[in-house]
């Protein structure tokens, strides 16, 4: 099938290095959803979707889920609605909290939880387990802002970790409480810009910055 589904893409990278790669995301919330759903439309074939929260009816209009959901395990529905798109993407759902400890060798993880004390334990225990992720990104959104992180090795991981504050000094300011299903979407495509830039043995940057208010954009690189 992915002959069929990379016609329009197939000279932008080497579309087979897609099915190369177990997938792995942590978060299946406004980042995480619709990553997963543009990834299984693009061909990858097996994901492993870790998250424990239900759908709320606060999640409807910021992670596009339909109205039906509301109670369901996102894992799940998601699961479901992944292999409608793509029948040849095996889904892996994982309906409790990831601790790290579970890693398919060579493996390609997506950071998109909302806490920055969550986000550095799984990807520690993720990068300096038995079997390291050949690339770990990391996306994280306010109401006006998006950052991307790239972790391919171990300068850009020791700059990664020095980004993550303790929960408890991470702003909580009104931003932080609101956000759009486009600052999401935007977030989760950056995630997938970083990605297949990286199999496309580009230079990347570490770190990716975008203000959406001025539309002003930062990388910087290692």
Same mark, same amino acid.
Request: net charge neutral; hydrophobic share 40%; with cysteine.
């Given at each position: 099938?992915?002959?069929?589904?990379?016609?329009?893409?197939?000279?932008?990278?080497?579309? &087979?290095?897609?099915?190369? +790669?177990?997938?792995?995301?942590?978060?299946?919330?406004?980042?995480?959803?619709?990553?997963?759903?543009?990834?299984?439309?693009? *061909?990858?074939?097996?994901?492993?979707?870790?998250?424990?929260? !239900?759908?709320?009816?606060?999640?409807?209009?910021?992670?596009?889920?339909?109205?039906?959901?509301?109670?369901?395990?996102?894992?799940?529905?998601?699961? !479901?609605? #992944?292999?409608?798109?793509?029948?040849?993407?095996?889904?892996?759902?994982?309906?409790?909290?990831?601790?790290?400890?579970? #890693?398919?060798?060579?493996?390609?993880?997506?950071?998109?939880?909302?806490? #920055?004390?969550?986000?550095?334990?799984?990807?520690?225990?993720?990068?300096? *387990?038995?079997?390291?992720?050949?690339?770990?990104?990391?996306?994280?959104?306010?109401?006006?802002?998006?950052?991307?992180?790239?972790?391919?090795?171990?300068?850009? +991981?020791?700059?990664?970790? *020095?980004?993550? &504050?303790?929960?408890?000094?991470? +702003?909580?300011? &009104?931003?932080?409480?609101?956000?759009?299903?486009?600052?999401?979407?935007?977030?989760?495509?950056?995630?997938?810009?970083?990605?297949?830039?990286?199999?496309?043995?580009?230079?990347?940057?570490?770190?990716?910055?975008?203000?959406?208010?001025?539309?002003? #954009?930062?990388?910087? +690189?290692?």
């Amino acid at each position: 099938m992915l002959n069929r589904r990379d016609t329009r893409f197939a000279e932008v990278f080497q579309t &087979r290095k897609l099915t190369d +790669y177990p997938v792995v995301i942590v978060g299946t919330g406004a980042v995480g959803k619709p990553l997963a759903e543009a990834l299984a439309s693009m *061909g990858v074939e097996r994901i492993v979707l870790w998250d424990h929260d !239900r759908v709320d009816t606060v999640n409807l209009g910021v992670q596009g889920w339909a109205a039906k959901s509301v109670g369901k395990l996102k894992v799940d529905v998601l699961a !479901r609605e #992944l292999h409608t798109r793509n029948p040849d993407c095996t889904v892996m759902p994982q309906a409790r909290r990831c601790d790290g400890k579970e #890693l398919p060798e060579n493996a390609v993880v997506f950071l998109c939880v909302d806490n #920055l004390d969550a986000r550095k334990a799984i990807g520690a225990a993720f990068w300096e *387990g038995d079997h390291r992720p050949a690339f770990m990104c990391d996306g994280r959104m306010t109401l006006d802002t998006l950052r991307v992180f790239a972790i391919h090795n171990d300068a850009t +991981y020791e700059k990664w970790v *020095g980004t993550l &504050r303790p929960q408890r000094e991470a +702003y909580a300011g &009104r931003c932080t409480q609101q956000t759009t299903l486009h600052a999401a979407m935007l977030t989760a495509m950056r995630m997938i810009q970083m990605w297949t830039n990286w199999l496309r043995e580009m230079p990347l940057p570490w770190n990716m910055n975008e203000n959406l208010l001025t539309c002003d #954009l930062e990388s910087c +690189y290692a």
